[in-house]
């Protein structure tokens, strides 16, 4: 079956540190592949995506490349801000349109 | 554009009472998902639609029931509620015709609480 894993939190850094959210997939197919970021009290909102493998989504300073080889997804970002403060959650939506989401990360960045 | 809208925002029910979520959506999307998201925990697809009048399961369809008579609503059946039905509850919907437009759009959550 898919499923998505993430690791765990709360992260805490302090401003301008480089931050790794690690996410890995079970698949099978050709699964398009996303990053989520919820800040508190709304709903989900894009943060970047990859359609096929090799693909690198970014947006705002966050990266996250598509491995196959290593079903793997993995959130950077190089400098973070306090502003970045929220839930990350990882996802996959496989051909038939079923989206399913890891446990997500709290990121939590100090001044 | 109102995108994906969710009703009510909040509500509580008594054990064993019923009520439907609502769920709307005005982008024209096919496909739409109702989600569960437990304290500290990620989301859970409890039910989803590739388009009106076809329904499927997710993770955790137990004790939900759904339906897709048009392509904007999507409704969400609680029958008989239960403590573990306590959530927040999203709504989404995308586009799915090609992997380029597969963006989810999300609602602003119904916050249950059955006791």
């Known amino acids: 079956g898919n499923s998505v894993t993430q690791m765990e939190g709360p992260v805490t850094l302090s401003e301008e540190a480089f931050l790794t959210i690690n996410c890995t997939y079970t698949a099978t197919g050709y699964p398009s592949l996303f990053w989520y970021v919820q800040y508190p009290g709304e709903g989900l909102q894009l943060l970047l995506k990859a359609t096929k493998a090799d693909d690198k989504g970014s947006n705002k300073g966050f990266e996250a490349t598509y491995r196959k080889e290593t079903t793997s997804f993995h959130l950077e970002k190089g400098s973070v801000q306090v502003s970045d403060s929220a839930v990350y959650f990882c996802a996959l939506r496989n051909q038939g349109g079923k989206l399913i989401f890891g446990q997500g990360t709290e990121l939590s960045v100090k001044p | 554009n109102a995108g994906v809208t969710q009703t009510p925002k909040f509500r509580i029910l008594k054990i064993g009472q019923s009520m439907t979520l609502q769920c709307t959506q005005d982008?024209?999307?096919?496909?739409m998902y109702w989600y569960r998201q437990d304290p500290g925990m990620g989301l859970k697809l409890i039910y989803y639609?590739?388009?009106?009048?076809?329904?499927d399961k997710g993770e955790v369809p137990n004790g939900y029931n759904v339906s897709r008579s048009t392509t904007e609503d999507f409704p969400l059946r609680l029958e008989l509620a239960a403590p573990s039905q306590t959530s927040v509850y999203f709504c989404a919907s995308s586009y799915g015709e090609t992997k380029e437009r597969t963006e989810a759009f999300f609602g602003q959550g119904t916050r249950l609480t059955v006791v």
């Open positions: 982008m024209n999307h096919n496909y």
């Open positions: 639609s590739v388009g009106a009048g076809i329904t």
